[in-house]
């Protein structure tokens, strides 16, 4: 590479998001979507594309993609049509997909972010529209020479979300990604499993490399069907730096190659070239003859706009506003609906905010993790939020001590018990009785004359090693304020 007095360079991605939407049946028949099941067991001769067969278009696969689109906040297409997609792939058996080509189903909208230094930014999306997803091939294990077709997938409904090249780093992909998914699941128009394919990341990414006052675009690389967030972070990053290497030994221009499609190896963690960029006159787009012009009614788009959830920063900001709760709390507490909802149910019982978001966030989700389950407000889960209530009040009001409370909760989750069934026979109520009190108090000052010879001597802190030795010999039963109170006045004579 030759010397140069100065150089910048800026990274450039926009991303294309298929987003598997939770019907129960295919987008335009009545084949069921189950994952896993027997392949090719859910199919039918619309789906397989035989000949005579009309598709019919499904209505809840609409409204959830309009959903998202009035969440995203675009504008609606008043008239929205279907358009074939010609392409040949072994996994798809008509040999053209149904999309939406010129007339999407939504245009305009946008999606904010929270940047990694803290603050937020605006991404904007450039179109939401509906198309069939394809089947799926898998390659048997030690035979390089076969695939075997599964076409349970074909015509399942997909949302693609198109937006424009807004982000700047790997950092802000993953916001980008994370924030997409937050939404579509607090939106319930999809289960957004990963591990199941039900969202799949599509990073249209090159660079801007200025030099000497000029700046350079080296060419577009599409990174096709990533599906995991630290996918698209080993993708990108790594793309970053190939094509940097590619600049420096090459120096070719986006005017000059156009675009190309990559894949992406996890093994390996390298891209590798699959085929140039197709345009739009490649896939011979045509509108679809056997499906009719979409004409939503404003009364049912109004319905649907009126009945769009709290969106995941705007409850955000209002734990935040309104409880009291530190922006890494609030973060917690609403990185799913369900936590959001199990939360809010507590301090609606509790009308004590601070204390609920430290038992969810700490305690609870702590066990919950370690024993693989999730938190929800159904019936299914072993600590119902009423339960976990009953144990905040109890601590707060001084019934229990902390150290209890987190014996209590590993009860409730092991046995499904009540709070108060738990303290009684396990007999962990806090005891304020003065006479049992001060036998402690005496135990734990001969057990540390080292301590409270500092604690007389001005070293305050020395006190919190006396009080462990307390709470430790009374199995937390003390009442830590009253002990404090106790202990204080018999060091000071």
């Known amino acids: 590479m030759s010397q140069r007095t100065q150089r910048t360079v800026e990274t450039v991605v926009g991303m294309e998001v298929h987003v598997q939407l939770k019907t129960r049946t295919k987008l335009f028949c009545s084949c069921e979507t189950r994952f896993g099941d027997v392949p090719n067991s859910h199919v039918c001769p619309v789906c397989l594309g035989m000949p005579g067969v009309l598709p019919v278009m499904n209505r809840e696969a609409y409204r959830l993609a309009v959903m998202t689109a009035l969440a995203l906040g675009c504008r609606l297409a008043p008239r929205t049509k279907w358009d074939r997609k010609h392409y040949y792939y072994p996994d798809l058996p008509k040999n053209y997909q149904i999309s939406q080509y010129d007339m999407p189903l939504a245009e305009h909208g946008q999606l904010e972010i929270e940047t990694p230094g803290g603050g937020r930014k605006t991404i904007r999306i450039l179109r939401v529209h509906l198309e069939e997803d394809a089947g799926k091939l898998t390659h048997p294990e030690g035979d390089g020479n076969s695939s075997e077709v599964d076409l349970n997938r074909t015509g399942t409904p997909l949302m693609e979300i198109v937006s424009q090249p807004d982000l700047r780093s790997v950092d802000e992909v993953r916001a980008y990604c994370t924030g997409l998914r937050q939404l579509v699941t607090y939106l319930g128009v999809s289960e957004a499993n990963m591990q199941m394919g039900h969202m799949r990341f599509e990073p249209n990414i090159n660079l801007h490399v200025t030099e000497d006052g000029r700046t350079f675009a080296t060419p577009i690389v599409e990174l096709k069907n990533l599906n995991s967030f630290r996918a698209v972070e080993r993708a990108v990053a790594f793309e970053e730096r190939r094509q940097l290497d590619e600049w420096d030994e090459r120096r070719v221009t986006l005017e000059e190659a ?15 070239v699959q085929r140039e960029k197709e345009e739009a006159h490649d896939y011979r787009y045509f509108p679809e003859p056997d499906l009719v012009v979409v004409e ?19 409850k955000k900001d209002r734990f935040v506003r309104d409880f009291g709760l530190s922006e890494y709390d609030a973060g917690v507490l609403t990185a799913t609906a369900e936590i959001a909802e199990y939360y809010e149910t507590v301090v609606a019982a509790t009308d004590l905010p601070k204390p609920a978001a430290n038992w969810v966030t700490q305690g609870l989700m702590r066990e919950v993790h370690e024993r693989g389950i999730e938190i929800n407000s159904a019936g299914d889960f072993p600590v119902v939020p009423q339960r976990l209530a009953e144990l905040v009040r109890a601590v707060e009001g001084g019934g229990i001590s902390k150290q209890a409370g987190d014996r209590v909760l590993k009860g409730m989750i092991e046995t499904g018990r009540a709070p108060a069934e738990i303290i009684e026979a396990e007999g962990l109520a806090q005891t304020s009785d003065t006479a049992e009190l001060e036998k402690w108090i005496k135990d734990a000052i001969a057990a540390n004359p080292g301590p409270a010879a500092d604690y007389r001597a001005g070293k305050k802190k020395a006190l919190g090693r006396i009080m462990g030795h307390i709470m430790k010999s009374s199995r937390g039963k003390a009442n830590p304020r009253v002990v404090t109170e106790m202990l204080e006045k018999r060091l000071a004579e």
């Open 296 to 314: 939503p009614e404003a009364a049912w788009v109004d319905g649907l706009r009126a009945g769009l959830p709290e969106l995941p920063l705007a």
């Open 258 to 272: 156009g675009k190309t499609t990559r894949g992406w190896n996890d093994d390996t963690g390298e891209t590798f």
